[in-house]
């Protein structure tokens, strides 16, 4: 694979564990639950974020399921109206923050450096503290549902004055945040400098893979747009507990600021949780068609362009609140400008199949069902881009059909998809190929079931947030509402599979695992090493982007 | 300059960066 190169060495990090193997739990609990614990490995910190974000993926689904009973039939069923509100924010919070995101963290903290060829990530104590400070931000989180007044019940989007209703949760949900916030920048500047400073001496940015370049640029929006819903939150802290009036227009403040502040952060937070997806379908694909990605460089662009025009568009999610005209002009072909790169990005998925050598292992179905499935979402988002139409479709459920549609099948699609890619090389043997395509195909049928008819319930007028509707709406939510329980069932095949591949049952995986893999996480052995290029590898041409 | 040094420059750069939007951002909608 490799010869060492002398001339360069990285900087080792001070533990102790380099000269041998990590701790297992045949060497006692208390020595295993301290290498968790403390562990600095990229590779731990990649599973413990995996395992985090699966987890908060169920808790999540559950709540999803509690929303999905109580709108199966008109009338109040189950939960009472606050307790679904409830339901509401968490849900949305649960999943954003607490699945999605620490799902790509944790793929990255794996992938990056193997990709690079590089030992670890540039900071690795800075990589612990980050991690563990998720299950504490996300135990005062669902903690909020046992605190006088209940949990946070003004939707994710917090705006105010309704948000300034909650009891004792605002703190704890506004701190939960902060915490949150800490560990996606921590993230992201560890994995800026390990891109820019630790990449394996043959290894120019324009061919690093595509996945090391769409993390690169999430990590800068991170770092950007984090800090600003920071600040968002503080504010409403200070308004509800320090006396100051920003968001109160009894003492000269605007709830409408808020909403400004809260979309800046907002809407560059959806390409964070697209843009790495789109880096693990830019992997995928190629594998399984076994051709070089199609317009590698055009892709780089693209990913830029999008993150650029992020920042750009944010009035789109406010157009009823009121704004001059030619503010909601701006935005709305603002807006509309992102179809153009978004277009580049799966004109070139497409062009890289064509006359490929296909063949449909489960992460290519899922990664292909990503491509279909988010590329509808991509239309009804575009749909929502026109300002006039728009009126019509805003707080509808056309909108939770909308972003479900960019978010599950697209998002969740490509971690899913992610995780069977490389879960031979994590574990060193191939998952169960059946099960798997059992799951893609379970997964596919059901969740359009789920999110589809939430486009006729929108258009109809149906509202969303809301906990009861008029009887019209009755046979589409009955039918989503099988979809969602249908679709979370399957998702314990997913669960069974992966835990069948950690604890080692299955055909064995060779070092390249899949025939058209390129790349330097494939010239290790697999399981991978516990330490992988502690010295940069001379690379072959081959293997680059 | 060592490698490590690097790294911890350019994250404390990026640090920088991030703290200081919050900061800005908070004291900027103070002064509206």
């Not at chain 1, 153009?340 to 199949?353: E, R």
């Amino acid at each position: 694979m490799s010869t060492v190169n002398p001339t360069r060495t990285h900087d080792h990090h001070g533990h102790d564990d380099h000269h041998h193997g990590p701790v297992t739990l045949a060497d006692g609990v208390w020595p295993w639950m301290k290498r968790w614990i403390g562990t600095t490995n990229h590779k731990d910190l990649g599973t413990l974020y995996l395992i985090f974000s699966l987890t908060m993926l169920f808790i999540g689904g559950v709540m999803s399921l509690v929303i999905r009973a109580e709108l199966f039939a008109p009338g109040i069923q189950f939960v009472d109206p606050g307790f679904y509100n409830e339901m509401i924010t968490l849900h949305a919070l649960v999943m954003i923050f607490g699945g999605v995101m620490p799902a790509f963290v944790g793929l990255a903290n794996w992938m990056v450096p193997m990709m690079i060829g590089c030992s670890d990530l540039a900071l690795p104590r800075v990589n612990n503290w980050g991690f563990w400070i998720l299950p504490f931000a996300f135990s005062m989180l669902l903690g909020t549902l046992f605190v006088s007044g209940g949990a946070p019940a003004s939707g994710w989007t917090m705006y105010p004055p309704l948000v300034m209703q909650t009891g004792n949760a605002l703190p704890l949900m506004v701190f939960a945040i902060h915490l949150a916030g800490i560990s996606s920048i921590t993230g992201a500047i560890n994995i800026v400098v390990t891109i820019l400073n630790m990449r394996a001496p043959d290894m120019p940015l324009l061919k690093m893979p595509l996945f090391v370049w769409t993390w690169l640029i999430t990590a800068y929006l991170l770092i950007a747009v984090m800090p600003v819903l920071a600040g968002a939150v503080t504010m409403l802290l200070t308004d509800h507990f320090f006396g100051t009036t920003f968001f109160d227009a009894a003492g000269g403040g605007d709830p409408v600021l808020f909403q400004h502040i809260f979309w800046f952060f907002g809407h560059p937070e959806v390409y964070i949780m697209i843009l790495p997806a789109f880096g693990i379908v830019s992997t995928i694909i190629p594998t399984f068609a076994r051709k070089a990605l199609f317009g590698h460089d055009s892709m780089v662009y693209a990913v830029a362009s999008i993150a650029f025009l992020s920042f750009i568009v944010w009035a789109h999610h406010m157009f009823t609140v009121g704004m001059p005209v030619s503010a909601e002009l701006f935005f709305m072909f603002a807006t509309m400008l992102i179809a153009v790169p978004t277009g580049v990005k799966v004109f070139n998925w497409v062009a890289t199949m064509w006359r490929g050598s296909m063949t449909f292992e489960t992460p290519m179905l899922f990664a292909l069902g990503f491509v279909v499935l988010f590329t509808i979402g991509g239309f009804s988002g575009l749909m929502l881009a026109l300002t006039p139409v728009d009126f019509q479709y805003h707080d509808s459920y056309f909108v939770v059909a909308h972003f479900h549609y960019v978010l599950v099948p697209g998002a969740i699609f490509s971690i899913i998809a992610a995780i069977y890619y490389w879960i031979p090389k994590w574990t060193g043997v191939m998952y169960n190929e059946k099960l798997g395509q059992f799951h893609f195909w379970w997964s596919a049928v059901w969740i359009n079931v789920l999110f589809f008819p939430q486009h006729f319930l929108g258009l109809a007028g149906m509202p969303r947030r809301i906990p009861d509707y008029a009887v019209q709406f009755t046979d589409f939510n009955m039918i989503s509402s099988l979809g969602a329980l249908l679709f979370f069932l399957g998702q314990f095949v997913f669960i069974y599979n992966m835990i069948m591949c950690m604890r080692g049952a299955g055909k064995k995986a060779t070092g390249r695992v899949w025939e058209g893999a390129r790349g330097l996480e494939w010239t290790v052995a697999s399981p991978a090493p516990y330490h992988t290029f502690e010295q940069p590898p001379k690379i072959d041409p081959r293997e680059l982007a | 300059m060592s490698p490590k040094r690097k790294n911890a420059l350019l994250a404390l750069a990026l640090a920088g960066i991030a703290v200081g939007v919050y900061v800005a951002f908070f004291f900027e909608m103070a002064a509206r």
